[in-house]
């Protein structure tokens, strides 16, 4: 597996720039820390959608709060190979991928500079 992460400052120039960058046929799971999203809350994922399955966290249509995380995953990855461990965190997500490797569980973490909120 070939993963790609990246903090994005919630930049809509850094995610221009990594979705420029982000080779499907190089990359298998893009972990993203601070995603640029629109005012509707949603990743501009348009251009993504024909390479990139889009994983939001667990919570984050039912939360008021900004979800920090997102993961892109290879469309080339079936998906009965993997799927998404629900936690309860605008911060945190994980993907459990399985393969002739066994099982791994992926997690993506945000966890702010002047806090370890995340962490409790």
Same mark, same amino acid.
């Given at each position: 597996?070939?993963?790609?992460?990246?903090?994005?400052?919630?930049?809509?120039? %850094?995610?221009?720039?990594?979705?420029?960058?982000?080779?499907? !046929?190089?990359?298998d799971?893009?972990c993203?820390?601070?995603?640029?999203?629109?005012?509707? !809350?949603? %990743? !501009?994922?348009?251009?993504?959608?024909?390479?990139?399955?889009?994983?939001?966290?667990?919570?984050?249509? %039912?939360?008021?709060?900004?979800?920090?995380?997102?993961?892109?995953?290879?469309?080339?990855?079936?998906k009965?190979?993997?799927?998404? =461990?629900?936690?309860?965190?605008?911060?945190?997500? %994980?993907?459990?991928?399985?393969?002739?490797?066994?099982?791994?569980?992926?997690?993506? =973490?945000? !966890?702010?500079?002047?806090?370890?909120?995340?962490?409790?």
């Amino acid at each position: 597996l070939k993963i790609w992460q990246q903090n994005l400052h919630k930049s809509l120039n %850094a995610w221009e720039h990594m979705l420029r960058n982000l080779d499907p !046929n190089v990359y298998d799971i893009a972990c993203i820390q601070e995603p640029y999203f629109n005012p509707v !809350n949603l %990743a !501009n994922t348009s251009n993504l959608k024909q390479f990139w399955d889009v994983i939001y966290p667990t919570d984050h249509h %039912a939360s008021a709060g900004r979800s920090q995380t997102l993961i892109l995953v290879n469309r080339r990855l079936s998906k009965n190979n993997w799927h998404i =461990i629900p936690i309860k965190s605008p911060n945190v997500m %994980a993907i459990e991928i399985t393969g002739q490797f066994g099982k791994v569980r992926i997690y993506n =973490i945000y !966890n702010p500079c002047d806090s370890d909120m995340t962490l409790h």
